[in-house]
């Protein structure tokens, strides 16, 4: 696995391909299903706690997809890694919420997939030291948010109004961009140059006059090419479509594939 | 010519560049994470409030660490969040050292599960004496420079800590840490007394000579604390005597009020556990005639850090720049934005 990392957190595209979850059976769909519904839980729970995307939900994210680059889903129930992230995200980032509140609103959100667990506050605690673990306690973790922010006040050529609009809704790309596997593909601030770039498309704004370079991330990332930048943008899209079909966890139950 | 170019003369140009790009992100294989078998335990170099302290051998580099332990039994909520927050820090400053500040190698633990135990050991960089040996061993009168030399450093160390967002809260002489070349480097920064002295099995009574006023009284408090730290450090380099040895907690502000004055108005932290009227009203004393070998600037600096209010007492920054230390300060807050280069096809 170690030579399919960029850095000690960010994974080569790659890697997805050969997960443990992959290697023990999973096919890559499946994957990334299970990883929507972990991320579901820990966005639903979260937001019953009055947790924010930022930072709360979004650390809580990273950690969940970290976690399933090292283990798979059939050893790890993905509902306990999710409060498990959430509860400690909630710890590093300053907004703690008890394990018995986490514990209760995952019970009061979701009877049918909790029942199983009549002693989920030991379950979580444990989780906790299973994460500490498997994370080596680098838990602090930046954001796309912060990077957004600063790009904000670099295009002098567009409108104010133009600007917020694209901002706005960039910010929310990045919320959703939780489900996806970008966090542990590309640096933060890689995922706020795409996603803003993606807002710009979306709303056709111009970000840079006609006769300069229309990659205008490239003085921050060089050689950062415009297809692989809208490769980014697509796994967004590609999230949007798939659960315009098929919500996610609609019918507050876990999808099961296959026996384990 | 072209043979030149390749030649004997530029082998040495080679060597470093093939050196460079070993270096460099895209090189080879990382080596294997380091487990605590990679280390020979050697003698204990102190007791520690939370653990004890050793001296360990590496045996892939061969070179000497300090290990400390930490032993902590999980709350009733999990890990305690402070032991979380810190270690997260301590995680982070793995990636951007500072040279007056201790570098952490790794952190590496271990838990019991059946006895709801956590082990937490700490790999750091270590050094020759601390600052409480150094002193006892050096001559008794201290030249200015050589005090401005260490005192410097240590405000370096601390304004590096401050600038991100970790208050030491437990500076004393024996956690700052000297080494032969006369370099400070600061240590056991992040693990609080004030987090950890319910969680961690403690049986060392902690020091609470070098603590301001606002944190025995349980008042709010910021990163001044260190600098009220600092100025009983400097005294204790100038004088080798601590300047407030309180002989236990209650006593300790008696101690501070008696060289001090009690403080009287707004210089009475706010929002104190214990009124003003539990203590007698003392006047204070005439510090100066301690520090005879301290020049006039040198005094200014000591008695700005022993300023009552926090908000007035001298930040780290403002320290640097004072006229006893000329440093300047050096901009270290991170920056968001990175140059980075697209390398995930």
């Known amino acids: 696995m170690t030579d399919q990392k960029v850095s000690e957190w960010i994974w080569h595209v790659d890697a997805l391909k050969s997960t443990p979850s992959v290697l023990?059976?999973?096919?890559?769909?499946?994957?990334?299903?299970?990883?929507?519904?972990?991320?579901?839980?820990?966005?639903?729970?979260?937001?019953?706690?009055?947790?924010?995307?930022r930072p709360t939900i979004g650390v809580a994210?990273?950690?969940?997809?970290?976690?399933?680059?090292?283990?798979?889903?059939?050893?790890f129930a993905r509902e306990l890694i999710a409060l498990g992230c959430l509860f400690l995200a909630g710890k590093v980032e300053d907004f703690p919420k008890k394990c018995k509140d986490v514990c209760a609103a995952a019970h009061s959100l979701y009877p049918e997939i909790f029942a199983k667990y009549p002693n989920l506050?030991?379950?979580?605690?444990?989780?906790?030291r299973l994460l500490?673990?498997?994370?080596?306690?680098?838990?602090?973790?930046?954001?796309?948010?912060?990077?957004l922010m600063e790009y904000k006040t670099m295009f002098p050529d567009m409108s104010r109004d133009q600007i917020t609009d694209a901002v706005q809704i960039a910010w929310t790309f990045i919320n959703d961009s939780i489900y996806t596997t970008l966090s542990i593909t590309t640096e933060p601030q890689m995922i706020a140059i795409a996603l803003l770039h993606l807002a710009f498309t979306v709303k056709g704004y111009q970000p840079v006059q006609q006769n300069m370079d229309p990659c205008w991330w490239s003085a921050d990332v060089s050689n950062w090419p415009p297809q692989s930048v809208d490769k980014a943008c697509h796994l967004v899209l590609d999230f949007y479509a798939a659960t315009k079909e098929h919500p996610i966890l609609s019918a507050k139950k876990l999808t099961v594939y296959g026996a384990f | 010519m072209s043979e030149n170019l390749y030649g004997e003369e530029n082998r040495g140009e080679m060597v470093r560049l093939q050196k460079m790009m070993k270096n460099m992100n895209c090189g080879g294989p990382r080596p294997a994470a380091l487990t605590l078998k990679d280390f020979k335990v050697g003698e204990a170099l102190g007791k520690g409030a939370y653990g004890h302290v050793y001296r360990v051998r590496n045996m892939q580099d061969g070179k000497d660490y300090a290990l400390k332990q930490i032993v902590m039994?999980?709350?009733?909520?999990?890990?305690?969040?402070s032991v979380i927050r810190e270690i997260a820090v301590m995680k982070r400053l793995t990636r951007q050292t500072h040279p007056n500040v201790v570098s952490l190698r790794t952190v590496l633990h271990t838990v019991d599960t059946s006895r709801n135990i956590i082990k937490i050991a700490m790999i750091m960089e270590i050094c020759d004496w601390d600052l409480h040996t150094f002193l006892q061993n050096v001559p008794k009168v201290i030249p200015e420079k050589q005090a401005k030399h260490l005192i410097g450093q240590m405000m370096k160390g601390l304004d590096f800590l401050h600038s991100h967002a970790i208050i030491h809260r437990d500076l004393k002489p024996q956690n700052i840490l000297v080494?032969?070349?006369?370099?400070?480097?600061?240590?056991?920064?992040?693990?609080?007394?004030?987090?950890?002295?319910?969680?961690a099995f403690t049986t060392c009574v902690v020091t609470?000579?070098?603590r301001a006023p606002e944190v025995l009284l349980q008042s709010y408090y910021n990163s001044t604390v260190d600098m009220w730290s600092i100025g009983c450090i400097i005294y204790e380099i100038y004088n080798r005597v601590p300047l407030f040895p309180g002989p236990d907690e209650a006593q300790q502000l008696h101690e501070i009020f008696k060289k001090l004055g009690t403080p009287i108005g707004t210089d009475w932290p706010k929002q104190s556990v214990l009124a003003k009227d539990t203590f007698p009203h003392y006047t204070g004393i005439s510090l100066t005639s301690d520090v005879t070998g301290m020049s006039p600037t040198a005094l200014d600096f000591f008695k700005r850090c022993l300023i009552y209010d926090p908000a007035r007492r001298m930040g780290s920054r403002a320290a640097l720049g004072h006229e006893f230390l000329k440093l300047k300060p050096v901009s270290v807050k991170p920056r968001v934005l990175r140059q980075l280069r697209f390398n995930n096809l």
């Open chain 2, 179 to 199: 080494n032969r070349d006369q370099t400070v480097k600061l240590a056991d920064f992040g693990l609080s007394k004030k987090y950890t002295n319910t969680s």
């Open chain 2, 208 to 210: 609470l000579w070098y």
């Open chain 1, 61 to 75: 994210a990273v950690y969940f997809h970290r976690f399933y680059m090292m283990h798979g889903f059939q050893t």
């Open chain 1, 121 to 128: 506050v030991d379950d979580v605690m444990g989780t906790e």
């Open chain 1, 132 to 147: 500490l673990h498997c994370l080596k306690f680098d838990l602090q973790v930046g954001l796309p948010y912060d990077a």
């Open chain 2, 73 to 81: 039994s999980a709350s009733r909520d999990g890990v305690p969040q």
């Open chain 1, 24 to 53: 023990a059976g999973l096919n890559k769909d499946q994957e990334l299903l299970y990883r929507r519904e972990g991320i579901k839980l820990i966005s639903e729970v979260g937001n019953a706690l009055n947790c924010k995307p």
